[in-house]
């Protein structure tokens, strides 16, 4: 009896260490042969999950290169309506974009923003001269993976050196 039932259970042991042999053989790894670049880091699923300030199947596109280009349109503040062309442009940092004459302050006035998501730059406390400060969010929309962008909205705040600060809300086409 006592043989039957080691027969028994070595025939268990080994059912059972040949199942879990074959089940975690069939476990593929979804991230074998994925290659996430730009610190992007692959899922369970085996997609890419990009860094802030990288897009693309693989992280392998700059999102601010999106945004770049001359945007025109019209900023409504409560000081009054303004007629703006302003610049985006590219920075030596990945993840920032330098916008020239924002708010209207003329062309010596960039400012450097900061890509914080898919479709946004942001800006804090950036020196719009004349001892003004902005601070506030340009959000993209429209396009395509190859066109980029087409619309912009541009809401922020200008903080002057003394006085009240100004509300505005731009909405910009690429041109």
Do not use: H
Not at 62 to 89: A, H, K, M, P, Q
Not at 135 to 153: D, E, H, P, R, V
């Amino acid at each position: 009896m006592n043989k039957i039932k080691n027969i028994a259970l070595a025939a268990l042991m080994t059912i059972g260490t040949f199942g879990v042999v074959t089940f975690t053989a069939c476990n593929k790894d979804a991230c074998k042969g994925v290659v996430c670049q730009n610190g992007g880091t692959c899922d369970a699923s085996g997609s890419c999950v990009c860094q802030t300030g990288f897009t693309g199947t693989n992280c392998e596109k700059l999102v601010r290169d999106e945004f770049i280009g001359t945007w025109s349109g019209t900023d409504v503040c409560g000081s009054g309506s303004y007629t703006i062309t302003l610049t985006v442009n590219t920075s030596t940092n990945n993840i920032n974009a330098l916008v020239n004459n924002p708010g209207g302050f003329g062309p010596a006035i960039t400012i450097t923003g900061v890509v914080t998501s898919a479709n946004a730059l942001s800006f804090t406390n950036a020196n719009a001269g004349g001892g003004r400060t902005l601070s506030g969010t340009m959000t993209f929309t429209g396009g395509s993976a190859t066109t980029g962008a087409t619309a912009m909205q541009f809401v922020y705040t200008v903080t002057p050196a003394s006085g009240a600060a100004d509300n505005c809300t731009g909405n910009y086409t690429k041109q």
